[in-house]
């Protein structure tokens, strides 16, 4: 993802640009990129750093996104609430939305602050970058002392594919290792036979997870089926979500322009369509 480091933190890249990241000066690492989609929620944290309740703190959230959408000329805003350690604030732009992944610090942000988060994602970064710097070390409690999410437990080794083994081989491969989310096997459940529909794969941005529905732990899936699927949840990491007409758009054509990258990408769909009946009856 492109980005700008502002002042204080070291990068190759200097001034501002259209959209740009923030990261805690010195003490974080980058973060991943927005991404998302239409599947399953993992547990995340039931409160923030205040120990408000979520639905409280959606309605605020809310109220951010009307007050940047006053200020910004680029485009309509998507705001995205984080608890990040690593990243304070990451910008991108799609389709005229520019979803802004903002830590919850910056909820009750006075006006100065909320014009320059506006002014910042239009890529008038120079002053703009200076306030927001100032607000994130003033606020540096909120995240030391935030809440964090309930642990989840990571679970990789299957009985016929090691999915960190085919992840970190796919990183590689396809992503040159910049891939930071996690992986894991699904709650291994009693199956449910005879179900209408099955989710294979999941990503969540919140946690930066990954899940692969067991029922493909199988001796009779292929790896490169496998390895479809978890292709598939990776790109969610590098693939922006816009709204089009009110509408949240979670596969893109460049979305589906990766996913044809896939080395095995013909047969992968076509086993899924020849077999889908089998995994659905597990």
Known sequence: MLQTLLPGTPGPRKGPHPVPTMKK??????????????????????????????????????????????????????????????????????????????????????????????????????????????????NDHLIRTRTHARPISVDVEGKHHNLQELFDDLNQRYFDGKIEARITWGQRSKRKRGRGSIKLGSYTVEDELIRIHPVLDAADVPQFFVEWIIYHEMLHEVHDMPIVDGRRIYHTREFRQAEAQFEHYAEAVLWERTNLHKLLDR
Not at 51 to 58: A, S
């Open 25 to 138: 000066a010195h003490r974080y690492s980058q973060a991943a990129a927005v991404a998302n989609g239409p599947h399953q929620v993992v547990p995340v944290a039931d409160t923030d750093a205040s120990g408000e309740e979520v639905d409280g703190r959606e309605a605020r959230r809310r109220e951010l996104q009307q007050r940047l959408s006053a200020h910004l000329q680029s485009g309509r805003p998507r705001v995205v609430l984080t608890d990040n350690v690593h990243t304070m604030l990451s910008i991108k732009r799609g389709q005229g939305v520019l979803t802004l992944r903002i830590h919850h610090m910056f909820l009750d942000a006075p006006p100065v602050i909320v014009r320059a988060l506006a002014h910042y994602a239009d890529g008038k970064g120079n002053d703009a970058a200076k306030l927001l710097r100032a607000f994130v070390d003033a």
